[in-house]
């Protein structure tokens, strides 16, 4: 059952995007849409304390949901606009799913895990954010709807999967945590068919981006 967005929610939000814009962490439009995604709904209703920290959070399947200063940086990274299609590789809890929708994508999310897969897509779909959801292995990406203006992966890869830069439309960005253990966040633009620019913005910690296994 979905849980109600109260005054007391509202207001849990309202700190955390304060503390998030104190930091610096995020632009505007980010900002706004994180405070409007109830981000205690995709945790467990005892939880609550835990929904607006800035930390991260198991939600099952060894996955984590990423702690909002992530998401915001990660977003922030992308420069999201209106109406471009963007490729999630990742959807886990589908926090970062529905932060997208709100700044006005259209998402495409993919997920290997059938569990979280399945919760998310029935979680998104009462909450009325509306993405296309498919069950399979990131590194493979969604060729049928490529290309897309914006990628977005949210798991730690070892390197950038050439199938994915094969789905960058030109003049698009990609945003992917790179290494092994701790990993750097790196932003891929693509200049032309055949030039990508690729600049890394500060080391993370994301659990691993699993390759042929669904």
């Known amino acids: 059952m979905l849980q109600p967005d109260t005054f007391q929610h509202k207001g849990l939000r309202q700190q955390l995007v304060n503390e998030l814009r104190a930091h610096g962490l995020a632009a505007d439009d980010v900002l706004a849409a994180i405070g409007r995604v109830p981000r205690h709904c995709f945790f467990d209703s005892g939880f609550l304390r835990f929904a607006y920290s800035d930390k991260a959070f198991p939600i099952g399947a060894g ?13 922030s990274l992308l420069r999201v606009e209106p109406q471009q299609r963007v490729l999630e590789v990742g959807t886990g809890s589908g926090y970062q799913t529905a932060v997208l929708i709100e700044m006005g994508a259209q998402v495409y999310t993919i997920e290997r895990q059938r569990e979280l897969f399945l919760r998310a897509q029935t979680l998104l779909g009462q909450m009325r954010y ?34 994915l830069l094969e789905q960058l439309d ?18 891929v633009e693509r200049i032309s068919p055949t030039e990508v620019r690729v600049s890394t913005h500060g080391s993370f910690e994301f659990v691993p981006m699993l390759q042929g296994r669904v």
């Open 170 to 187: 030109v003049g698009g960005r990609m945003v992917i945590p790179v290494g092994q253990g701790s990993q750097q966040m790196t932003l």
């Open 130 to 163: 509306r993405a296309h959801f498919a069950y399979g292995d990131g590194h493979k990406g969604l060729p049928s709807y490529a290309p897309y203006q914006r990628i977005l992966v949210t798991a730690g890869a070892a390197d950038i999967p050439p199938v």
């Open 63 to 75: 996955q984590t949901i990423s702690r909002p200063s992530t998401v915001a940086f990660q977003t």
